[in-house]
């Protein structure tokens, strides 16, 4: 059974760092691109970040670049977030994102996930 838990979520000023962690099991996360994608409180889906299944390729949204790093530790099945110099508007449930297929591109801007976490909330307010 394919599960992915996230946790590091929390409270955090303006200006303040969180790093976020997935942890994956039931499938070989070492052959997917992996993706965090979030949900701010009234809105849809926003794509963040997308890591390639290597951990040599990124994409970030252009609303995060600079800001947030994605990695991932193929070893330990885990995918992070490291989050710096946040915004009340960075303020959402984040999830992480399995692509569907270990072959799909992380360069197209069509992206299919067969599984998703329970979310983790993150709130960036003084």
């Known amino acids: 059974e394919v599960q992915l838990v996230e946790s590091g979520g929390g409270l955090v000023q303006p200006g303040g760092s969180l790093r976020l962690s997935c942890a994956a099991s039931?499938?070989?996360?070492?052959?997917?691109?992996m993706s965090w994608v979030r949900q701010a409180p009234g809105k849809g889906l926003e794509w963040v970040s997308t890591l390639s299944s290597g951990g040599f390729s990124t994409r970030y949204a252009d609303s995060v670049k600079g800001r947030f790093t994605i990695s991932r530790d193929n070893a330990k099945n885990t995918l992070y977030l490291q989050m710096n110099s946040l915004k009340p508007e960075d303020t959402a449930v984040y999830y992480c994102?399995?692509?569907?297929?270990?072959?799909?591109?992380?360069?197209?801007?069509?992206?299919?996930?067969?599984?998703w976490g329970q979310g983790t909330q993150v709130t960036v307010s003084s």
């Open positions: 994102a399995k692509y569907r297929r270990t072959y799909d591109s992380i360069w197209t801007e069509k992206r299919e996930y067969d599984y």
């Open positions: 039931g499938f070989t996360f070492s052959s997917y691109p």
